[in-house]
């Protein structure tokens, strides 16, 4: 099913000058890993693309030429033809897995200090600066993660989420600065789904920093969230950790 309408504002984030072509080759993977495309959607043009990462048409049709020989995308001629994505869940996951291979813990744990950072500073402004309505659409960021089952609907619920905050607090900056890392580095914290028991103890935790920005708290706003992404990134580098241990185990390592 062609889902290319809805899919045509997908919010991809502009990208540093080093690795471009590899840089687009994993968010696209990332997208597809999320579910924002499907098997059988067609990705926009190369144009859009190129516009959507701040990147020349060329190095979007070198990213997609990668993904046509790993099996990601295949390209049609014709008057409806495009790149359309071939690959399923289970092969995106698989390749962001070993992506999450290359990042070491000290890489893991400098993003989680940048997005204690920006989260704490964005929350702290939110209480400051939230209207009745905006507090209502934190909450309602909050009733979908309550919902939300599996890795990529949580992945996608707590994005939003963090985002939202940022977007209450009214800076421009702080918000993008949240996007982009979220876009960088954010599908790791949601290596690993949580369960029924996690998922509603970190709702719990949501819910206290909106009951934070909803009483103008600024300080324990910032403290909440800050403390928020601390626990996120425990997580994640025991994810890592144990992805590095099962390597081990199998011998799929690497020797050095």
């Known amino acids: 099913?062609?889902?290319?309408?809805?899919?045509?504002?997908?919010?991809?984030?502009?990208?540093?000058?080093?690795?471009?072509?590899?840089?687009?080759?994993?968010?696209?993977?990332?997208?597809?890993?999320?579910?924002?495309?499907?098997?059988?959607?067609?990705?926009?043009?190369?144009?859009?693309?190129?516009?959507?990462?701040?990147?020349?048409?060329?190095?979007?049709?070198?990213?997609?030429?990668?993904?046509?020989?790993?099996?990601?995308?295949?390209?049609?001629?014709?008057?409806?033809?495009?790149?359309?994505?071939?690959?399923?869940?289970?092969?995106a996951h698989a390749r962001l897995l070993e992506e999450f291979r290359r990042y070491s813990v000290f890489d893991l744990r400098d993003y989680g200090d940048e997005r204690s950072a920006i989260s704490g500073h964005a929350a702290r402004l939110a209480a400051e600066r939230a209207t009745a309505d905006d507090i209502e659409q934190i909450a309602k960021k909050i009733r979908i993660m309550e919902k939300a089952t599996g890795r990529s609907e949580q992945r996608r619920a707590d994005m939003r989420f963090h985002v939202n905050v940022a977007m209450v607090s009214q800076s421009v900056r702080l918000t993008q600065a949240e996007m982009q890392l979220q876009s960088e580095l954010g599908m790791f914290l949601w290596i690993d789904p949580l369960d029924a028991a996690a998922l509603n103890a970190y709702v719990d935790r949501l819910k206290t920093i909106q009951d934070a920005i909803a009483r103008g708290d600024g300080a324990l706003s910032s403290a909440l969230s800050i403390d928020l992404s601390k626990k996120n990134m425990e997580r994640v580098i025991d994810a890592r950790l144990r992805l590095e241990a099962t390597n081990d185990v199998t011998g799929t390592g690497d020797d050095q």
Request: aromatic letters at 8%; hydrophobic letters at 40%.
């Open 1 to 91: 099913m062609n889902h290319l309408s809805s899919q045509q504002d997908v919010p991809f984030f502009r990208i540093p000058s080093a690795g471009k072509t590899e840089e687009v080759v994993r968010r696209l993977i990332e997208a597809i890993d999320l579910g924002i495309f499907s098997e059988e959607d067609q990705l926009p043009s190369e144009a859009d693309l190129a516009s959507q990462f701040g990147v020349a048409t060329v190095t979007v049709r070198e990213a997609l030429s990668l993904l046509r020989e790993q099996g990601f995308v295949e390209t049609r001629r014709g008057r409806k033809g495009g790149s359309f994505v071939t690959a399923n869940f289970t092969i």
